[in-house]
């Protein structure tokens, strides 16, 4: 059974740089695809974008000017960084696995919440 | 991009009780539909898929159907494990959008 956790710090600045991360076990990451997803307060999820273990990416274009997703295959881990936050970058951050691209996601991490404030 | 629509925003089920939850997307998915579980502190849970196929592991009471713009989520006997956020989801266009989610709840 695979399984995801997310890890990195729970409050940012505004202006600075989120990062997180991604472990995979239980499976090889080299047989998913990868995504990140998020969650603002009160509102419902929205798709950050995804990874392919060979490093192809597809990202919202909404976020896109601002996302960057890469993998590390060798740790089994892939991770997001999301530049010049601002308070509307505040929301429960998953990350998710899916077999087949652009389809539904087979297994998600149980999520964490980072807080953009000074 | 899409936009998802889930009603009601929370359903008070006693248990054993039929709950059906609906989700409406702007234009049409065809049957790229899923629908998620979950619960407080835990990971979403895959439930459905093509609108109507229950993922692996998932129990008969859970039962998907619909296509184009309208789905519907049916739980046929509630359990007391069963409550929960469920959420629908469309993978057929970029970028995948979410509904809001139905809280069922415990009448």
């Known amino acids: 059974q695979v399984q995801l956790q997310e890890s990195g710090p729970g409050l940012v600045k505004p202006s600075e740089t989120l990062s997180l991360t991604c472990t995979v076990s239980?499976?090889?990451?080299?047989?998913?695809?990868w995504s990140w997803i998020r969650q603002p307060p009160g509102k419902g999820l929205e798709y950050i974008g995804y990874?392919?273990?060979?490093?192809?990416?597809n990202y919202n274009p909404s976020l896109k000017s601002r996302v960057t997703i890469s993998v590390d295959t060798s740790k089994n881990q892939f991770s997001l960084k999301l530049s010049s936050v601002t308070a509307a970058d505040t929301a429960v951050y998953y990350c998710?696995?899916?077999?087949?691209?652009?389809?539904?996601?087979?297994?998600w991490g149980q999520g964490t919440l980072v807080t953009v404030s000074s | 991009e899409i936009v998802m629509t889930q009603s009601p925003a929370t359903l008070s089920v006693s248990p054993g009780e039929r709950a059906t939850l609906s989700c409406r997307a702007s234009q049409s998915v065809s049957s790229n539909l899923a629908w998620y579980q979950q619960k407080p502190g835990q990971a979403p849970r895959l439930l459905i898929y093509g609108a109507s196929t229950r993922a692996t592991g998932i129990p008969a009471r859970f039962s998907g159907s619909g296509s184009g713009t309208e789905f519907t989520l049916t739980i046929s006997s509630l359990q007391s494990e069963d409550f929960a956020i469920f959420f629908c989801?469309?993978?057929?266009?970029?970028?995948?959008?979410f509904g809001q989610g139905t809280k069922v709840e415990i009448k």
């Open positions: 998710a696995g899916a077999k087949v691209a652009d389809t539904v996601f087979d297994f």
């Open positions: 239980g499976g090889s990451i080299s047989s998913y695809y």
């Open positions: 989801h469309q993978y057929n266009d970029w970028p995948q959008t």
């Open positions: 990874i392919y273990y060979s490093g192809s990416t």
